[in-house]
């Protein structure tokens, strides 16, 4: 079990990229919880200040990332991963200076908000599809699952270790730590053999030049089981994976606690996504279009729940379960397009992945922190909810009216769910059976 669990560990480039990955993004959600605490006590407490900034952060990303997916076909990916890093070092060292030095104001936090953003769109795109050269197809599953566990142990472990050094040396020092821990990657890659990743024969038969981004969007276009997780994953994350803004806005202004406890909502959050995480390890297939829309709905679901938590413990306890079904969606829909996409196109097409997964955050938190302004702290919570519910549910009612699939119910003898979907030209029949509980177990 193990084994299959960490099975792409075994390749030394994918555990120096692990590595050097983990510790960046331990000081990267340090630099988000502390730059979001900063933002409330200059804004004092303002929601849409909040909203602003997290925009700024993800506006790049909405504008730049088909670009930085059009040079991760082009060009060397460890080699790019390496220049981001470096100036992701550059931007948290820069915001801890102002700081420390007493002159930091909103507009400060604005601008490097917005730097980070352009360097996370050239980033994002060209680790995503580096990963697939490190292991080859056989491994990329278990690798996705594994960067993604990674992803959010950091979630897990930066939150609460931010919480604390605020409320002991306040968030100055926090941004110059990060900064020391953004250039962990530069050490790891420069470590690497690239005698030993894997590139396919295209993308050294084709000329740089030839990787258009427009190719790429009509690869997409055609290819509607990619086009279906692509738009799903669009709808959520623009509603429902705004937990950067809506968390700090619920701790302050709804339960009145502090950094430290702000940073235990964070945390359990990361806990579920990180469990969500590893229970896709040991998957070696892509998985099935119901297997993401059954993800998306049930995150849906626990996301409206929190919205009406009544009290701290009970929103915090509620978001293991939302933090396992948010990462569970996202790592399948991930995994279902870049098992569905040819290699000469995949930088191309997870940079689409990208963009509607980060790069609608500044309309998605632009919307969520006006509606919060006004309709109160929980709205943009079990709103965002509301809305990746029934998007899941939508996306399973045309995708069985497409495909002529039918949802059985059978009562006696045994009660389950039976989903049956024809075979067509993209795929192979899919066969899906839900047991009943007492029979599952």
Request: glycine share 10%; charged share 15%.
């Amino acid at each position: 079990m193990f084994r299959a669990t960490f099975g792409s560990l075994k390749v030394r480039n994918y555990r120096l990229f692990a590595s050097g990955q983990l510790i960046k993004l331990i000081g990267t959600w340090m630099l988000f919880t502390a730059q979001d605490w900063l933002v409330l006590q200059l804004s004092h407490n303002s929601p849409k200040a909040l909203g602003v900034v997290t925009a700024l952060q993800f506006l790049p990303v909405l504008l730049l990332s088909l670009y930085g997916g059009q040079l991760a076909d082009r060009y060397d990916k460890r080699k790019l991963l390496l220049i981001s890093n470096a100036g992701s070092a550059i931007v948290a060292g820069t915001l801890g200076v102002l700081v420390v030095s007493g002159v930091v104001t909103l507009w400060h936090i604005f601008i490097t908000a917005g730097v980070y953003g352009v360097i996370q769109a050239m980033e994002t795109p060209a680790r995503q599809a580096f990963i697939s050269e490190m292991v080859g197809g056989d491994l990329l599953p278990n690798a996705l699952s594994l960067s993604s566990a990674t992803f959010n142990s950091a979630r897990m472990v930066g939150p609460a270790i931010a919480g604390f050094l605020i409320d002991v040396v306040d968030t100055g020092p926090v941004f110059l730590i990060t900064c020391a821990m953004c250039t962990a990657p530069l050490l790891f890659f420069s470590l690497m053999n690239p005698a030993h990743l894997i590139r396919p024969d295209v993308a050294v038969a084709k000329p740089a030049r030839e990787a258009r981004i427009v190719d790429g969007l009509r690869y997409v276009w055609h290819r509607g089981d990619l086009a279906q997780s692509i738009l799903l994953v669009l709808v959520v994350g623009l509603f429902g994976f705004n937990f950067q803004l809506t968390l700090p806005v619920l701790a302050k202004s709804t339960f009145h606690v502090d950094a430290r406890y702000f940073g235990l909502l964070s945390t359990s959050l990361a806990v579920g996504a990180l469990l969500g995480a590893l229970s896709a390890s040991r998957r070696r297939a892509r998985p099935s279009v119901y297997l993401v829309l059954a993800a998306a709905t049930l995150f849906g679901t626990f996301e409206v729940i929190i919205g009406f938590a009544p009290t701290f413990v009970v929103a915090m306890l509620l978001l293991l379960p939302t933090g396992f079904f948010m990462i569970f969606f996202a790592q399948a829909a991930n995994q279902r397009v870049q098992l569905g996409t040819d290699a000469e196109f995949r930088g191309r097409v997870m940079a689409l992945y990208v963009l509607v997964f980060l790069g609608t955050t500044p309309i998605g938190a632009l919307l969520i922190g006006w509606l919060s302004a006004g309709l109160g702290p929980r709205s943009g919570i079990w709103i965002g909810g509301g809305v990746s519910l029934v998007a899941g549910l939508v996306v399973l009612i045309t995708q069985l009216r497409r495909t002529n699939g039918q949802v059985r119910l059978h009562l006696r003898p045994r009660p389950h769910v039976h989903v049956f979907e024809p075979a067509t030209d993209e795929e192979p029949a899919v066969e899906l059976r839900v047991p009943r509980l007492r029979e599952a177990a």
